[in-house]
Antibody, heavy 115, light 112 residues
Framework: QVQLVQSGSELKKPGASVKVSCKAS????????MNWVRQAPGQGLEWMGW????????TYAQGFTGRFVFSLDTSVSTAYLQISSLKAEDTAVYYC????????WGQGTLVTVSS | DIVMTQTPLSLSVTPGQPASISCKSS???????????LYWFLQKPGQPPQLLIY???NRFYGVPDRFSGSGSGTDFTLKISRVEAEDVAVYYC?????????FGPGTKVDIK
């Protein structure tokens, strides 16, 4: 079945970097774009942007430029979200979700930024 | 950007009773391709969101028929005909007509 499996929780110090992975299975990875969505503790869903899995071209929402980078490794059907210069306010669950239909979603990766 | 609003933000429902959530967009979600890119998701506690309804009124695979979506243009509604305990969740509408994709703030549904 179509599935997205994300990497495990991360605890990082301010200023560090983190790389979250999202491994796809059950479909042709390069046929569907991949979205990234942030959910801060107790908050709603915020679209961060998406990446064209065929061309590798990313699109970032306002507020997610500069420190946020989407990338791919199509050989292993995996999308990545890297966040650099982490701040406390980056503490959130990060989700990947397939295509414009946002189906399916990964299980989420909790990134905690704390000194 | 298209702003999505939802009312109410919270809803307490007696099991077996209906529930209705309104979602409004700041611009029409009718795309030039003829489709209206309005989606509904539910997020149960501790779980990722899951697709409930796509393009206003199409139930996703496995979604019970007590869930229905309606509307057009800028005004949309999600209805649950008879709320069950398992429907406790936060419900989000979302538009994917244009970038950036935007979510509503969410409506928390719980059981009385």
């Amino acid at each position: 079945q179509v599935q997205l499996v994300q990497s495990g929780s991360e605890l990082k110090k301010p200023g560090a970097s983190v790389k979250v992975s999202c491994k796809a299975s059950g479909y042709t990875f390069t046929n569907y774009a991949m979205n990234w969505v942030r959910q801060a503790p107790g908050q709603g869903l915020e679209w961060m942007g998406w990446i064209n899995t065929n061309t590798g071209n990313p699109t970032y929402a306002q507020g997610f430029t500069g420190r946020f980078v989407f990338s791919l490794d199509t050989s292993v059907s995996t999308a990545y979200l890297q966040i650099s210069s982490l701040k406390a306010e980056d503490t959130a669950v990060y989700y990947c979700a397939r295509a414009r239909t946002f189906d399916p979603w990964g299980q989420g990766t909790l990134v905690t930024v704390s000194s | 950007d298209i702003v999505m609003t939802q009312t109410p933000l919270s809803l307490s429902v007696t099991p077996g009773q209906p529930a209705s959530i309104s979602c409004k967009s700041s611009q029409s979600l009718l795309h030039s391709d003829g489709k209206t890119y309005l989606y509904w998701f539910l997020q149960k506690p501790g779980q990722p969101p899951q697709l409930l309804i796509y393009e206003i009124s199409n139930r996703f695979y496995g979604v019970p028929d007590r869930f229905s979506g309606s509307g057009s243009g800028t005004d949309f509604t999600l209805k649950i005909s008879r709320v069950e305990a398992e429907d406790v969740a936060v419900y989000y509408c979302m538009q994917t007509k244009q970038l950036p994709f935007t979510f509503g703030p969410g409506t928390k549904v719980d059981i009385k």
